[in-house]
């Protein structure tokens, strides 16, 4: 009798591939994901910020309110739950964030200084830089509103850069401010006898974020659209950071963002420039704004950012809090360590690998690798029964730096020889000596 097909899986083999746009970490590349995300920690929390997390799952309504028009339309994934509810996978963590601050904001101590390293989606078109899950660390300070804490924030993703071994030269900070930006294209405007008129701000301001990802023929194209002839041309050839950097001083915002680069370089930070083009896409920023990027020309591009937002808790009905802060995503951090050479070296977590004779030695070789455990030695034991030169062949490409075959000869003698795998080095030494000959050589 033929056999019945299941309906779910009518014979068709599953894909081993992942769903589209999202990666497997394999133990090798978990292992750079691990020393990104300790690389991390270590420095945040040198500078006093404490972890927190939340859930993937928010309702949906949390990113509708003030955050990325284009996240919302086209890039989060939202579904209906079975009690009806609007559900989203977070597309970032900063609405999450400012919820739990608003939640409890009376019993808090401020100023906080909080992260996090969480898996964030969206539905973007996967391409070199963007997929459609990444882990992000965010950094934000809550409370502090002198630009002290911009620069802070900055200072933080600037020593983020160098504690993964990046020169200053391989990367370089843009900074802008947010209110900065209409108040220089009104005096720019008006420079040149013309008006801005002020519904066409929004517009123009989320025009110049998309100017990276254009041609210039067609955003010169959808400036002529959207503010005519004359303004266009205006804006077109004289909103240069020459030019800016002039009418900075006679805006309202003007000083912070002033504040901000002259203390970053009294700071002595070199690759800070000011880049009036600098917009980043979320309605949420109020004031500061900055973006980290790989000076390389095979990498010429944005790594992450971030910036103040001094209004966000305003949508929980809280009264506003000034906040500061970025995002920090792990593929374009992963890419931008590629590009300069500064990823580590896969190591094994293994220390020893222990080869066994015969199966009948198996429980023996089991119980040596439980007291070797003890002196804090990472231990496996091949349970296959292959022969001895497969079992040290399966440790070579395992990458475990030392290997020892266990048998009955060391059984009755108690003496084990080491073979350190890259050196080829041998050393046979009793139980007692293991620990301190693997840790001596492996430091
Ligand atoms: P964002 O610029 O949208 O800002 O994302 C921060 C960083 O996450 C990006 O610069 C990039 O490193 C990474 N990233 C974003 N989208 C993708 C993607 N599709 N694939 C891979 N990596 C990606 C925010 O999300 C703000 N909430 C950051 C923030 C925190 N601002 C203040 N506090």
Redesign the pocket.
């Known amino acids: 009798m033929p056999k019945k097909k299941s309906s779910q899986n009518s014979g068709k083999k599953l894909s081993t591939d992942p769903y589209k746009?999202v990666r497997d970490f394999y133990p090798e590349d978990m292992y750079i994901e691990n020393y990104l995300f300790e690389t991390m920690r270590d420095v945040v929390e040198h500078f006093g910020y404490e972890e927190y997390a939340t859930s993937l799952l928010e309702p949906s309504e949390l990113f509708e309110g003030k955050?990325?028009e284009e996240?919302v339309r086209e890039?989060t994934y939202s579904f209906v739950d079975r009690g009806d509810r609007r559900v989203t996978l977070r597309?970032?963590?900063?609405?999450s964030?400012a919820r739990l601050v608003a939640a409890q904001k009376r019993n808090l101590a401020f100023p906080l200084r909080w992260y996090t390293i969480a898996n964030?989606f969206?539905y973007?078109r996967p391409q070199r830089?963007?997929?459609?899950?990444?882990f992000?660390l965010?950094?934000?300070l809550f409370g502090v509103k002198s630009t002290e804490g911009d620069v802070e924030i900055i200072l933080l993703a600037y020593e983020l850069m160098r504690a993964f071994g990046a020169t200053e030269s391989e990367f370089e900070i843009r900074i802008n401010h947010r209110a900065v930006i209409p108040e220089t294209l009104a005096l720019l405007a008006k420079e040149h006898g013309a008006t801005l008129p002020q519904q066409k701000q929004g517009e123009l301001i989320r025009l110049m974020d998309r100017r990276d990802k254009m041609k210039a023929e067609p955003y010169a194209e959808a400036m002529r659209d959207l503010l005519g002839e004359e303004l266009s041309k205006i804006v077109l050839l004289h909103y240069k950071p020459s030019a800016i950097r002039k009418l900075i001083a006679q805006t309202n915002a003007g000083q912070e963002l002033l504040d901000v680069l002259e203390t970053l370089d009294r700071r002595g930070i070199q690759n800070i420039v000011h880049d009036p083009h600098l917009v980043?896409?979320?309605d949420?920023?109020s004031g500061t704004i900055f973006?980290?990027f790989d000076t390389a020309a095979t990498n010429k591009r944005?790594?992450?950012?971030?910036?103040r937002?001094d209004n966000l808790l305003e949508l929980f009905g809280a009264e506003p809090l000034p906040?500061?802060?970025?995002?920090?995503?792990?593929?374009?951090?992963r890419d931008f360590l590629e590009t300069h050479n500064l990823l580590p070296e896969y190591t094994s977590p293994i220390d020893l690998y222990l080869g066994v004779t015969s199966p009948a030695m198996f429980s023996f070789a089991a119980q040596l690798a439980q007291r070797l455990r003890r002196h804090d030695l990472t231990v496996a034991v091949d349970l296959t029964g292959k022969k001895v030169g497969d079992q040290i062949k399966t440790a070579s490409r395992k990458k475990v730096p030392f290997v020892c075959i266990v048998g009955e000869d060391e059984e009755e003698s108690g003496m084990y020889r080491l073979k350190h795998l890259a050196s080829k080095k041998e050393y046979v030494v009793p139980e007692g000596q293991v620990a301190d000959v693997i840790f001596e050589t492996l430091e």
Request: charged share 20%.
């Open positions: 746009g955050t990325s996240i890039q597309p970032e963590m900063t609405p964030v964030v969206r973007e830089g963007r997929l459609r899950e990444h992000q965010n950094c934000d980043r896409g979320f949420y920023y973006e980290v944005s790594l992450f950012g971030g910036g937002y906040t500061v802060g970025f995002g920090m995503g792990d593929v374009t951090l």
